[in-house]
């Protein structure tokens, strides 16, 4: 069984510029995070949706950020003005309903310039 | 919100000691689970166990619920198990399910 993937695994940009990070989940899992992780800290929820449907987005900076599962599978997290302390590692992880247990994925560390 | 306290932030050891992580959390949590990062980033659960005590090869996790408290023992340390060893909390089962993380243990292991 293939793991959650990521991509880009690295990303390097100035201030003012977009950037989007792409996740696959496990095939079947239902619901989907995405964390932040700065350096040195634990990983901080962002955003997590169930299917399709957003269940907590209450710590996505609404102003710059955004996240999409259209078809309750994929997921696209998007930055559109990037921040110099926006630079972390962010992290996908996914599991199935009836499981408490989280699967992440390589993550993608982004620097910001 | 929730908050989780891990102690110590980084812990060096000879090959073949024994390491004890601590994870003191805020508030009731019905989930608990122990994770370790590698160098490289990747996450992975070692252990859930909300209350009581759980083996699992060389780890050792013991939960006091009322007590707001857990502790990840590893016994025999091995080089490759340096890392960053992470504690998470969380809420009610089901899809209302989120993970509150604390900051972490670096742990090294020296040959």
């Given at each position: 069984e293939a793991g959650v993937?990521?991509?880009?695994?690295y990303a390097v940009?100035?201030?003012?510029?977009?950037?989007?990070?792409w996740c696959d989940p496990i095939s079947g899992h239902d619901t989907l995070y995405w964390y932040q992780q700065p350096r040195d800290q634990g990983p901080q929820l962002l955003v997590?949706?169930?299917d399709e449907a957003v269940i907590d987005n209450s710590q996505l900076p609404s102003d710059r950020f955004s996240a999409v599962r259209p078809k309750g599978t994929n997921s696209t997290?998007?930055?559109?003005?990037a921040k110099q302390g926006?630079?972390?590692?962010?992290?996908?992880?996914?599991?199935?309903?009836?499981?408490d247990t989280q699967y992440f994925g390589p993550g993608t560390r982004l620097l910001v310039l | 919100g929730q908050q989780v306290q891990q102690s110590p932030s980084s812990l060096v050891l000879q090959e073949g000691e024994n390491?004890?992580?601590?994870?003191?959390?805020?508030?009731?949590?019905?989930?608990?689970?122990?994770?370790?990062?590698?160098?490289?980033?990747?996450?992975?659960?070692?252990?859930?166990?909300?209350?009581g005590t759980k083996h699992t090869g060389r780890l050792t996790s013991t939960t006091v619920t009322k007590e707001r408290r857990s502790s990840l023992h590893i016994s025999s340390s091995q080089t490759t198990d340096s890392?960053?060893?992470?504690?998470?909390?969380?809420?009610?089962?089901?899809s209302n399910y989120k993970l509150t993380f604390g900051k972490g243990t670096l742990l090294t292991v020296t040959p």
């Open positions: 993937t990521q991509s880009p695994r940009l100035q201030e003012g510029q977009a950037v989007s990070f997590y949706f169930r997290l998007k930055i559109q003005s926006d630079t972390a590692t962010y992290l996908c992880a996914s599991r199935t309903g009836d499981q | 390491a004890e992580l601590q994870c003191n959390f805020s508030s009731t949590a019905t989930q608990l689970q122990w994770f370790y990062q590698s160098p490289g980033g990747s996450l992975v659960s070692l252990l859930s166990n909300p209350s890392g960053t060893y992470l504690c998470a909390i969380g809420g009610s089962g089901g």
